[in-house]
């Protein structure tokens, strides 16, 4: 098991709950967006895959991969964070969770709108590891930005 030092308990259950039992990890079948990115510093690896409704917002979600505890927790707890949304609005949340890692102050609303997300926050004590935690949300960026330009 890798180390998660820094994290306190509660979030350490958080992160190791999800690498352990992701969320929305089954392939969608034709998606809307299809995306894979990978991390060489770690060996991470994040496919992300969106279908979204008529209205344009997102009404599934698949993230798989593997790597280690952090970025595939931070996959699994997005999945979590985008149903509903529009491009837009995904474009939102990524900026949101860019802020929270790099240590800017982000309101008890946002924090809330975040839901266990906020347990990466430890994360970010450890550069390094700041890397993992964003991966997915490096390919929830590129397939908003798909999404803007209109792929079906
Ligand atoms: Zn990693």
């Known amino acids: 098991m890798q180390s998660l030092e820094g994290l306190d308990e509660l979030y350490e259950q958080i992160v190791l709950d999800h690498y352990r039992n992701p969320r929305h990890s089954d392939l969608l079948t034709s998606p ?11 060996g991470d690896e994040i496919r ?24 595939q927790s931070s996959g699994s707890l997005l999945t979590e964070l985008v149903h509903g949304k529009d491009a837009a609005g995904l474009h939102g949340t990524v900026t949101l969770v860019r802020r929270l890692m790099k240590g800017d102050p982000v309101s008890e609303a ?16 450890f550069p390094v590891r ?23």
């Open 48 to 71: 992300l895959q969106l279908k979204t409704g008529d209205d344009g917002r997102v009404s599934a979600v698949s993230v798989a991969g593997r790597g280690c505890a952090i970025s």
């Open 32 to 42: 809307a967006v299809d995306i894979e990115v990978n991390n060489p510093f770690c």
């Open 110 to 125: 946002e924090m809330d709108a975040l839901g266990d997300l906020s347990a990466l926050s430890g994360v970010r004590k």
């Open 130 to 152: 700041i890397k993992c935690a964003l991966l997915a949300w490096s390919a929830l960026e590129e397939a908003a930005e798909k999404l803007e330009q209109g792929a079906k």
